[in-house]
C-alpha cells in the first residue's frame, strides 16, 4: 500500500514553526517510504481566514523545500485540494449519517444554547450539547427543513460505552463516550466544521498516516466514531507533542503579562520596585510574541538551518548527529524517533545553528545573502563588498547583524577617547597621540592603497617609532573606526574606507586628542 501523507494549514496568514515541523514530519515521512506528500487548504472557517494567506503557505513550502506531489496548485487526482470549492462533498455524507441515526439536524437558536451554556457554567459544569433536537420525529424535522429554518447537522455520540483510537506515539487512547459531546458536522452556511471535512478528505483522498498536533488527541475518538459509522478504515494516526518555549506570557483576553509571584502570592518586584513579568512554559505563540517561520527568514536566518534545527525538536535521529541536509533527512527520518515529551525552542540554540550554516557557505554564496544587508547602509560602489564579506562570515550569527557591524563604514561614530587606552596593547591617551601623529604621513605617502602596502608600510615605519606594534594599530583603528571590536583589524578597516576617508577621520580624531 502507498503511504499518502497529507499537511493542512488553515490560511491564517503565517507559517507558525510548529505547523512548519508538521509539514516537515508529513514530508519527510512520504519522501522515506516512496509515498506522496498532499497539501490540502482547510479553510472552511472563513472568519478567520487572511487574505493571501494561502500564497504565504505556498511560499513557505517552497523556501524550505518541502514540494508536494498534489494539491490545489498543482493539481492531482483527488482535488479539489481546498475545502470550500468541495462544499458539496460533504452534504450527502452527512445525510447519510442522519439516515443510519448517527448524526441529526438541529434547529437550536444561538439564543437558546447561549442561554444552556450559561447555565451549565452556573452549576460549575461544562457545557455538552443536550440532544434536544435528537428526539424531534421524522415529520417534525422535514416540516422544519420545509419551512427554511436553519439548521446544523451534528454527530449523534453515543451515550454509554467507549469511543478510542490507536496512535504511533500514544499508543492505545480511549474515552468514556458520555464524556464527548455531539459536534457539528454541517454548518448553518452549508460548510463543513473541521472535524468532519478532514475526516470525508482524509479518506476521498486515500491518506494512509495522519500526523497532526496533539491537541487533537481529544477529538480523534469522535473521528473514529465517524469513520466507523461510514464503514471507512481510519488512517494511522501521529499526534505530535508540541513546541515549547519558556518565557513570558500575555493574558489572550487583556493582553496584559502574567506577573510573578512569590510563595505567598505577593508580587515579585525588581530593584526599581517595578513587577516582574512571570517566565513561564507554554506553546509557541506568534500572539505572544515567538517568530513565525517568515520572522526568522526577516530576520536573516537560513531556511536550510531552519528546517534541520525544528526537526530535532521531537525527532531524535540515531547517533548523535545533529547537522542534516534534507536530502540526508529524506534519507533516515523514521517515526520511532519521534518523542513522547515536549520540545523547547530556544533562540539562542536556533542562532547557534544558524551560525554553523553561514560558515559553511561559499564565499560566493555568503556574499549573494549579505548583499542586501550591506546595501541598507553601505554603497556598494564604494566599498569592496566581495572583501567585506570575507572579514565578515565567520563573525555573522544572523543577516540581520550585519548593517550595525558596518554602519561605522558609512558614518563615523561618536567615542570617547577611553577607547584609546588599553593596558595590554600598551596604549595611553599620551602614547596614542604620538603613534597617530607619526602615522599620518607615513599613510599620506602610500600611493597605491592596497591591504598589502599598508601592511607592509606602516609595519615598517613602526620600530623607527620606538613603539611596540600594539601601541600604533590599536590607537589607528580606534582613531577611523571609533569602535574596539571591528570586522577586520587596522590596515583591513583603512582599506574599506579607501585614503581620503581614512585620512579625513585620522585627522579628526587627531583633532580631539
Not at 472568519?47 to 490545489?72: C, T
Not at 490507536?166 to 472535524?195: F, M, Q, R, S
Not at 505563540?285 to 531556511?303: H, I
Request: aromatic share 10%; net charge negative; proline share 5%.
Amino acid at each position: 500500500m502507498e503511504v499518502r501523507t497529507r499537511f493542512a494549514p488553515s490560511p491564517t496568514g503565517y507559517m507558525h514553526l510548529g505547523n512548519l515541523r508538521t509539514a516537515l514530519y508529513t514530508y519527510l515521512y512520504a519522501r522515506r517510504t516512496g509515498g506522496k506528500f498532499i497539501l490540502r487548504i482547510e479553510d472552511t472557517d472563513q472568519k478567520r481566514e487572511v487574505k493571501d494567506a494561502v500564497d504565504v503557505i505556498y511560499n513557505s513550502l517552497k523556501i524550505a523545500g518541502l514540494n508536494h506531489d498534489e494539491g490545489p496548485d498543482v493539481g492531482g487526482p483527488c482535488g479539489p485540494y481546498v475545502q470550500s470549492e468541495r462544499k458539496d462533498t460533504y452534504m450527502p455524507y452527512a445525510k447519510q449519517l442522519v439516515e443510519s441515526g448517527h448524526a441529526y439536524y438541529c434547529f437550536c437558536t444561538k439564543e437558546r444554547l447561549e442561554e444552556a451554556r450559561a447555565e451549565a457554567e452556573a452549576k460549575g459544569e461544562t457545557f455538552k450539547y443536550d440532544k434536544h433536537c435528537l428526539h424531534l420525529s421524522r415529520e417534525e424535522v422535514q416540516a422544519k427543513l420545509d419551512a427554511g429554518e436553519p439548521y446544523v447537522i451534528r454527530q449523534n455520540i453515543p451515550t454509554e460505552g467507549k469511543a478510542g483510537f490507536d496512535d504511533v506515539i500514544y499508543g492505545h487512547v480511549e474515552v468514556d463516550c458520555d464524556t464527548l459531546d455531539d459536534n457539528v458536522l454541517i454548518k448553518a452556511d452549508g460548510l463543513p466544521t473541521y472535524n468532519f471535512a478532514n475526516v470525508i478528505d482524509d479518506h476521498l483522498m486515500g491518506i494512509t498516516h495522519v500526523m497532526r498536533g496533539n491537541e487533537y488527541l481529544s477529538s480523534a475518538p469522535k473521528y473514529n466514531l465517524l469513520y466507523e459509522a461510514l464503514g471507512w478504515t481510519p488512517p494511522t494516526y501521529v499526534h505530535l507533542t508540541p513546541v515549547m518555549v519558556e518565557g513570558t506570557s500575555k493574558n489572550k483576553k487583556t493582553g496584559e503579562y502574567l506577573m510573578a509571584t512569590d510563595e505567598d502570592g505577593n508580587p515579585v518586584l525588581d530593584e526599581n520596585g517595578n513587577p516582574v513579568k512571570a517566565i513561564v512554559k507554554r506553546k509557541m505563540s506568534k500572539s505572544q510574541g515567538d517568530p513565525s517561520f517568515e520572522d526568522l527568514l526577516s530576520e536573516g536566518y537560513l531556511s536550510e538551518a531552519i528546517v534541520n534545527y525544528l526537526v530535532l525538536l521531537g525527532w531524535s535521529p540515531r547517533g548523535e548527529r545533529e547537522f542534516y541536509t534534507l536530502k540526508e533527512l529524506e534519507e533516515v527520518f523514521d517515526l520511532e524517533g519521534l518523542s513522547k515529551s515536549p520540545s523547547f525552542f530556544s533562540s539562542e540554540k536556533m542562532r547557534w545553528f544558524n551560525a554553523e550554516y553561514i560558515r559553511k557557505l561559499t564565499p560566493e554564496a555568503y556574499l549573494g545573502h549579505a548583499t542586501p544587508w550591506l546595501e541598507k547602509v553601505l554603497d556598494p560602489a564604494k566599498f569592496d563588498f566581495r572583501r567585506l564579506g570575507e572579514l565578515l562570515q565567520n563573525r555573522t550569527e544572523v543577516f540581520s547583524q550585519l548593517p550595525d557591524m558596518v554602519r561605522f563604514l558609512a558614518e563615523m561614530p561618536e567615542f570617547s577617547n577611553d577607547l584609546y587606552i588599553n593596558k595590554k596593547q600598551k596604549s595611553t591617551l599620551e602614547s596614542a597621540k604620538t603613534a597617530l601623529t607619526a602615522l599620518r604621513p607615513v599613510l599620506e605617502g602610500i600611493s597605491d592603497w592596497t591591504e598589502a602596502n599598508l601592511h607592509d608600510t606602516v609595519m615598517a615605519a613602526i620600530p623607527g617609532l620606538g613603539m611596540k606594534n600594539g601601541q600604533v594599530l590599536w590607537p589607528m583603528r580606534i582613531a577611523i573606526s571609533g569602535q574596539m571590536s571591528t570586522p577586520g583589524g587596522a590596515f583591513e578597516i583603512a582599506y574599506l574606507l579607501g585614503k581620503d576617508e581614512t585620512l579625513r577621520r585620522l585627522d579628526a580624531s587627531l583633532a580631539r586628542l
